[in-house]
T-cell receptor, first 116, second 113 residues
Framework: GAGVSQTPSNKVTEKGKYVELRCDPISGHTALYWYRQSLGQGPEFLIYFQGTGAADDSGLPNDRFFAVRPEGSVSTLKIQRTERGDSAVYLC??????????????FGPGTRLTVL | GENVEQHPSTLSVQEGDSAVIKCTYSDSASNYFPWYKQELGKRPQLIIDIRSNVGEKKDQRIAVTLNKTAKHFSLHITETQPEDSAVYFCAEVYGGSQGNLIFGKGTKLSVKP
């Protein structure tokens, strides 16, 4: 079946602009995660959804970052007033469920965000 | 806070040799330890995982061992092939969390033909 998909694959924006990054999880997966990966580093956790609600947003770096998942499927990561330090690859992952212990997380191809 | 140390950062081996990558974690409540392989410009892909109720797991040329007492786990790749060249990340799910992964910094493995 189809894996996790993310759009756009690349996004170039100017400092101060607003961007939206989209994630389509694997059908039937109730858990959805956003990570950020800087060059030469491992992915860093941002936010986790179980269904429609954000179960853990402790990884969001500041209040310029926000994410939604209104119908429990597609999720959008929103970044306001972008800064050059926001440049990274934003990865989305989904898993069947997080209840009762961790399930395998399947990653999307990522969105490479470049802030000029 | 939660922390995963991964060593070495780079590893170069000859084709056919074995490769070992080690990770240590800080929280004894951690209960799930996956390993991901990431080729340049591609998504991380799970290659093997282990849960805290077992000490070893093997899948063909890949094995993972877990030492809960010492809080470390290792990836073992035998009979390495050039296509094994990639960056490998260990990760843990902190026992108190609901599933978010904490990753090591990665090991760049190069297998020379």
């Amino acid at each position: 079946g189809a894996g996790v998909s993310q759009t756009p694959s690349n996004k170039v924006t100017e400092k101060g602009k607003y961007v939206e990054l989209r994630c389509d999880p694997i059908s039937g997966h109730t858990a959805l995660y956003w990570y950020r990966q800087s060059l030469g580093q491992g992915p860093e956790f941002l936010i986790y959804f179980q269904g429609t609600g954000a179960a853990d947003d402790s990884g969001l770096p500041n209040d310029r970052f926000f994410a939604v998942r209104p119908e429990g499927s597609v999720s959008t990561l929103k970044i306001q007033r972008t800064e050059r330090g926001d440049s990274a690859v934003y990865l989305c992952a989904s898993s069947l469920s997080s209840y009762g212990g961790a399930d395998t997380q399947y990653f999307g191809p990522g969105t490479r965000l470049t802030v000029l | 806070g939660e922390n995963v140390e991964q060593h070495p950062s780079t590893l170069s081996v000859q084709e056919g040799d074995s490769a070992v990558i080690k990770c240590t974690y800080s929280d004894s409540a951690s209960n799930y330890f996956p390993w991901y392989k990431q080729e340049l410009g591609k998504r991380p892909q799970l290659i093997i995982d282990i849960r805290s109720n077992v000490g070893e797991k093997k899948d063909q040329r890949i094995a993972v061992t877990l030492n809960k007492t010492a809080k470390h786990f290792s990836l073992h790749i035998t009979e390495t092939q050039p296509e094994d060249s990639a960056v490998y990340f260990c990760a843990e799910v902190y026992g108190g969390s609901q599933g978010n992964l904490i990753f090591g910094k990665g090991t760049k493995l190069s297998v020379k033909p």
